[in-house]
Nanobody, 123 residues
Framework: QVSLVETGGGLVQAGDSLRLSCAAS????????MGWFRQTPGKEREFVAA????????FYSDSVKGRFTISRVNARNTVYLQMNSLKPEDTAIYYC????????????????WGQGTQVTVSS
């Protein structure tokens, strides 16, 4: 069982930056691919970014590519999402995700979810 706890959400203005953190309880954190999804009311959970357990490749949705950066520090059991140049359409609940696989880009591939953290971007 893996517990994921997200922190770092909040209310910001368009153009600002935020960094989300996700702390994992897994003793074998470095064997899990990690990622972030987001969800707004009435919509399905949307892939944002992912990073494999070995960390050398990263994957992004087209809507955040060039603005968001995912990274991980295995020694800290933590994955980060640096979000720059935020837009109102980035407003959502952001969920940390873990999967015992090489990588993932869809929600059905995720094994564990965090509780989510709200990000609100005002115009």
């Amino acid at each position: 069982q893996v517990s994921l706890v997200e922190t770092g959400g909040g209310l910001v203005q368009a153009g600002d930056s935020l960094r989300l953190s996700c702390a994992a309880s897994a003793r074998t954190f470095d064997t899990y691919s990690m990622g972030w999804f987001r969800q707004t009311p009435g919509k399905e959970r949307e892939f944002v970014a992912a990073i494999p357990w070995y960390g050398s490749n990263t994957f992004y949705s087209d809507s955040v590519k060039g603005r968001f950066t995912i990274s991980r520090v295995n020694a800290r059991n933590t994955v980060y999402l640096q979000m720059n140049s935020l837009k109102p359409e980035d407003t959502a609940i952001y969920y940390c995700a873990a999967a015992f696989r090489k990588s993932f880009t869809i929600a059905t591939m995720v094994d564990y979810w965090g509780q989510g953290t709200q990000v609100t971007v005002s115009s």
